[in-house]
Nanobody, 125 residues
């Protein structure tokens, strides 16, 4: 089992920045590709960003390109999501997810093996 704990979500004004963290435990972190997803009220959970197990490849949703950056520190068992130029439409619960190394469609919810409980990000206009 892999346990994932997100942190860093809070209320921020439009145009501001936040950095979310997701701390992993339970199994070797470097064995997992990682993703960030979000779910706004009344909407389905959607892909935000993902990063390969060694950090060499990243993926971003079109809606966050140029604003959000995913990174990881395997020595700290942590994946990050740096969010800049935040917009009210970024308001959502943000989840991190882990996918064991192997064939992988990073944008699909069903690909991931483990999920965190989420952290709330609220962007005021």
């Amino acid at each position: 089992q892999v346990q994932l704990v997100e942190s860093g979500g809070e209320l921020v004004q439009a145009g501001g920045s936040l950095r979310l963290s997701c701390a992993a435990s339970g199994r070797p972190f470097s064995n997992y590709n990682m993703g960030w997803f979000r779910q706004a009220p009344g909407k389905e959970r959607e892909f935000v960003a993902a990063i390969s197990w060694a950090g060499g490849t990243t993926y971003n949703a079109d809606s966050v390109k140029g604003r959000f950056t995913i990174s990881r520190d395997n020595a700290k068992n942590t994946v990050y999501l740096q969010m800049n130029s935040l917009k009210p439409e970024d308001t959502a619960v943000y989840y991190c997810a882990a996918k064991f190394i192997g064939s992988w469609n990073p944008r699909e919810n069903d690909e991931y093996d483990y999920w965190g409980q989420g952290t709330q990000v609220t962007v005021s206009s």
